[in-house]
């Protein structure tokens, strides 16, 4: 019996198979919003569910799938093997794609605006295969601003993938780059300073080489780097588009050209992302603009609150907003974390609950002392991921923390404000 009735429709009774999951959604997507971003966080990527007559987006944990035509068979692989595009029909290896993943692939590009999007087992699995996209075309120079997250500055620095890269800082990128260039990198915010750079301004300096922003600590909620000139958008998916703190992920926003390429290395590597994790992240996506909204308008507050407490050395905060809040203390950094009892300490961000850790001795350890230093990662610099939780009793918990081991008075609260947009300090 063909499961399709004479209507399109799924026939009762029958559960959707792989050659349910049409693949022109995945396909031709818009360059702008059509639809406002929290409409699309709901429905990008789940516009077909009605049709095949279920609400919620079906998983598909099939390694492999059968096929009696293996002339057809060889002639999907090789124009894979050639293109990098997906094959048109049924999925034929999970390694080279799978129907639950390409919905969250799909929708994340919605939300950030760009024609593809490819999904990684982690966000330094994502990074990595844009480092050998470019350095298989014979381009290992790599163009980087401080501070990034602490395992990027490392791949990058340690050159483990046969790059090389040049730190500077954004007024410098156009007198860094080589004929050897592949890439430009910037993260902003910045982990863990929330620095900002202007996107625009760094576009325009890398002329025609790729810059890569890590969007991470903005989301798409905040800011869409492709529509300021970026060409890819990266995003450790474990964070706030997960937002539970229950998955792994990471994935690149770009156009198709770029995106061909990043699948021939997700499938020569097999960096690959669960389907658990892509049917997990694409349900993070649909809450995604409330849950930042609303830790953004708690982060604020203890923004203002930390700025005019005297055991507060500096507050930084973007100009953007958000849901990270970082803050240099006058007492013991350690003592703070040891301290709280209703923030979670723990690395990682984006959950629902608040987490604060001690970036010099966790997430930027790998990083050389003197590289943390002149990024601004001072050893008195404490990280703070802002969830969902009542503010009263985020901050009650926060002042007690600070409380056990009270340092020295500043002389101005002016002189605790960290500066705004392009600060590298």
């Known amino acids: 019996m063909d499961p399709m009735d004479a209507d399109g429709m799924t026939a009762p009774g029958l559960v959707p198979g792989p050659q349910d999951f049409p693949r022109d959604f995945l396909q031709d997507r818009p360059q702008a919003l059509p639809r406002a971003l929290a409409t699309e966080a709901v429905h990008a990527g789940r516009e077909d569910l009605a049709r095949l007559g279920v609400h919620a987006a079906p998983i598909d944990l099939s390694t492999t799938y059968p096929s009696y035509d293996t002339r057809g068979e060889a002639a999907r692989i090789d124009e894979f093997a050639a293109t990098g595009a997906r094959p048109d029909g049924p999925p034929v290896y999970a390694r080279l ?8 692939e799909t929708a994340l590009a919605r939300l950030e605006g760009t024609e593809s999007a490819v999904a990684f087992a982690s966000g330094m699995a994502a990074l990595t295969a844009v480092l050998l996209v470019r350095s298989g075309a014979g381009l290992r120079h790599v163009v980087a601003v401080r501070p990034l997250y602490g395992c990027s500055d490392h791949l990058l620095t340690a050159g483990l993938l046969g790059t090389e890269v040049t730190w500077t800082d954004p007024a410098g990128i156009a007198d860094a780059i080589r004929p050897d260039t592949g890439l430009v990198m910037v993260e902003t915010p910045a982990n863990p300073t929330l620095a900002e750079v202007d996107i625009a301004a760094v576009a325009h300096a890398c002329g025609s080489i790729p810059l890569l922003v890590d969007n991470t600590f903005a989301t798409p909620v905040l800011q869409r780097p492709v529509e300021h000139g970026a060409r890819l958008v990266l995003h450790s998916a474990t964070k706030y588009l997960g937002g539970h703190g229950d998955v792994l992920g990471g994935v690149v926003a770009c156009d198709e050209e770029f995106a061909r390429k990043l699948r021939q290395v997700r499938f020569a590597t097999g960096g690959v992302l669960h389907p658990m994790a892509g049917y997990l992240l694409l349900r993070g996506l649909s809450t995604l603009p409330v849950r930042v909204r609303a830790a953004s308008a708690t982060a604020a507050d203890l923004a203002r609150r930390l700025a005019t407490d005297p055991r507060i050395a500096r507050v930084h905060y973007p100009s953007i907003g958000g849901a990270m809040v970082s803050f240099e203390v006058y007492g013991d950094p350690h003592e703070v974390i040891a301290g709280v009892r209703l923030i979670t300490p723990a690395v990682s961000l984006g959950s629902v609950d608040t987490l604060i850790q001690h970036p010099a001795s966790i997430s930027h350890r790998i990083v050389a002392e003197g590289d943390r230093r002149s990024a601004g990662v001072s050893e008195r610099l404490l990280r ?42």
């Open 384 to 425: 703070m991921s802002v969830g969902l939780e009542d503010v009263e009793d985020l901050w009650r918990d926060l002042t007690e923390a600070l409380s056990a081991r009270p340092g020295r008075a500043p002389r101005s609260p002016e002189s605790r404000t960290a500066p705004r947009a392009g600060s590298r300090r």
């Open 97 to 104: 794609d799978n129907p639950t993943t390409a919905r969250f």
